[in-house]
């Protein structure tokens, strides 16, 4: 879609491909293989001679639709879609790195893109050199070798670290290394990497984009030669591809993305300052208030703080635990970004992967609890925490 529409009606209208029917709604095309007319119909498209559609692995209308909605959203040239976050972030390092090869990541990760980097990558020969995300002269010690790849998450999962995207691009492109960030907690609504420097821009759209808990989606935005020529052959042979049906439910739940993500925010924000204001919580993080360390890098490279609130119960795991078993309508769930509000303990479930001495160089304590907060009235999501609360 052209630059000429503004972000919210790309969110509407970008990538829409009306067939002959001429139907309002985006269709769904929900098959795996096309036919052709003739033999050499066939030929000529494997040839790659035709453009056109092979089978779904490959592309289909709807995830197409959903691709382009994504890229005119992103201001990226080029977008794939995948079946799930992680199978973007797989396919995106994947494709580029051969044995030999270093990469560069910031600690404080998701865990199963920490367990990539960490644990499987290594099997191949290639390796990562960790670094605190927030600390420039970290990185700055690290890119002074050569480097193929740079990743990180900002804000991170799930103890809301920055990285400050605009100055580590910079002395990664300076090293040789191609910038990935994951931009999942940020969202595509508060923050814009590719302006900012990066060069890949992965989401996990069963977050956010979804938002409302029903299917798993992950997306890859870069440059047309990066998607074309590097990216395209490995995912059409690997597989990542994601279901049409899933990019259906996607490509609508983009029409509502900014209306939920900014309400999300706008109430994340209040719920912070609320939760700050107690004495029960120690260490509460949210980019959008003045006492996160990195807030002024939050008001440079963000637009709203997020959706998602941390903070550390000085009493460990045993009140964390009790505070999310007393919650009453906020549910327990490692899921987040969506229209519910939803809790989860890091250390037992999204970090139980990662050692007990990287959690703690994470910042992730045995008391520290993240909140995603979805779009419930904020006088009942305040009654539920007060009286989990209370049972410390
Ligand atoms: C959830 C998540 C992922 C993985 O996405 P899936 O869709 O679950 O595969 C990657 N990165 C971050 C920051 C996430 O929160």
């Known amino acids: 879609m052209t630059d000429e529409y503004r972000r919210d009606t790309k969110l509407v209208r970008g990538g829409l491909a009306r067939t002959s029917f001429q139907e309002t709604s985006e269709a769904l095309f929900l098959n795996s293989g096309y036919v052709y007319d003739n033999a050499e119909e066939a030929a000529a498209a494997f040839a790659g001679e035709a453009d056109r559609y092979v089978y779904s692995r490959y592309g289909n209308p709807t995830v197409t639709m959903l691709q382009d909605r994504l890229a005119a959203l992103e201001g990226a040239e080029a977008c794939l879609a995948t079946g799930t976050g992680m199978a973007g972030v797989f396919a995106a390092l994947a494709c580029q790195l051969d044995t030999g090869d270093r990469v560069v990541a910031s600690r404080a990760l998701f865990g199963a893109c920490y367990a990539i980097l960490h644990d499987i ?14 600390d420039l002269d970290q990185w700055r010690a690290a890119l002074s070798t050569p480097a193929k790849v740079v990743f990180f998450e900002s804000p991170s999962n799930p103890m809301l670290d920055l990285v400050d995207i605009e100055a580590v691009a910079e002395m990664a492109h300076a090293a040789g290394a191609t910038v990935i960030i994951d931009n999942v907690f940020a969202t595509p609504i ?39 020529e590097r990216m395209l ?3 059409r042979q690997t597989g990542p ?67 998602l609130v941390a903070f550390t119960l000085a009493s460990g795991t045993e009140s964390a635990f009790r505070v999310l078993n007393s919650l009453q309508l906020i549910d327990i769930s490692n899921n987040l970004g969506d229209s519910k509000t939803l809790a989860c303990h890091p250390g037992s479930t999204t970090h139980s992967s990662v050692s007990a001495d990287d959690r703690a160089a994470m910042g992730i304590a045995d008391g520290s609890i993240r909140l995603s907060i979805g779009l419930e009235d904020m006088e009942d999501l305040k009654t539920d925490l007060d009286r989990a609360l209370a049972a410390i």
């Open 241 to 307: 591809s994601i279901s049409p049906f899933n990019a259906w439910v996607l490509v609508k739940s983009l029409e509502t993305l900014s209306l939920r993500v900014e309400r999300q925010a706008a109430s994340a924000l209040e719920l912070a300052r609320w939760l700050e204001s107690r004495t029960d919580i120690a260490d509460l993080r949210y980019p959008g208030l003045a006492s996160h360390p990195q807030h002024a890098l939050a008001k440079r490279q963000m637009s709203n703080g997020g959706s």
């Open 190 to 228: 508060a923050q814009h990497p590719l302006t900012l420097g990066a060069d890949i821009v992965i989401y996990s759209a069963t977050k956010h984009i979804d938002g409302q808990g029903r299917v798993l989606g992950g997306a890859v935005l870069a440059s047309e030669t990066f998607i074309k």
């Open 121 to 134: 990558l290594p099997r191949w020969g290639i390796t990562t050199e960790f670094v605190d995300g927030t």
């Open 233 to 235: 052959k490995f995912y």
